[in-house]
């Protein structure tokens, strides 16, 4: 379990409580020969390792802050005009202190307001804002 806090992301708890389980059935003499006592381990690491991951993984995976990690698809919604024109629909904007690669279906003139609609990796997909 010591390791576990390391960061082995419950690939070690499943194996601890295992060995706390046999310690138990060990302890209560439930089991007494050392063949069943590593079967019972093996059995119970792989069934108690395969419970946390199909019970506790979806658990994890939650955030309160999904976009953090993920800074293109946080751009999605920001409108910008161009400050340069994009030939051939490609080209790139400053947003903020970063300069981001874009791509439009069209080729578009500089000061034409656009909208980040998708990302295509650390691109950003890009579309004419509609007048409002």
């Known amino acids: 379990m010591i390791l576990e806090l390391v960061g082995a992301a419950?690939?070690?708890?499943?194996?601890?409580?295992?060995?706390?389980?046999?310690?138990?059935?060990?302890?209560?003499?439930?089991?007494?020969?050392?063949h069943h006592q590593v079967l019972v381990f093996a059995v119970a690491g792989v069934l108690f390792t395969l419970a946390?991951?199909?019970?506790?993984?979806?658990?994890?995976?939650?955030s309160d802050?999904?976009?953090?990690?993920?800074?293109?698809?946080?751009?999605?919604?920001?409108?910008?005009?161009?400050?340069?024109?994009?030939?051939?629909?490609q080209g790139q904007v400053q947003i903020g202190d970063t300069f981001w690669r874009i791509r439009a279906d069209q080729s578009l003139q500089a000061g034409t307001l656009v909208e980040v609609v998708d990302t295509d990796g650390m691109t950003l997909l890009v579309r004419v804002c509609e007048s409002s």
């Open 65 to 89: 802050v999904p976009l953090l990690n993920a800074r293109a698809r946080s751009m999605i919604g920001r409108r910008v005009a161009l400050e340069q024109d994009l030939s051939g629909g």
């Open 10 to 34: 419950g690939f070690l708890l499943g194996l601890a409580v295992a060995a706390l389980l046999t310690a138990l059935a060990t302890g209560m003499e439930w089991i007494s020969d050392w």
């Open 52 to 62: 946390y991951w199909s019970l506790f993984r979806r658990f994890n995976q939650q």
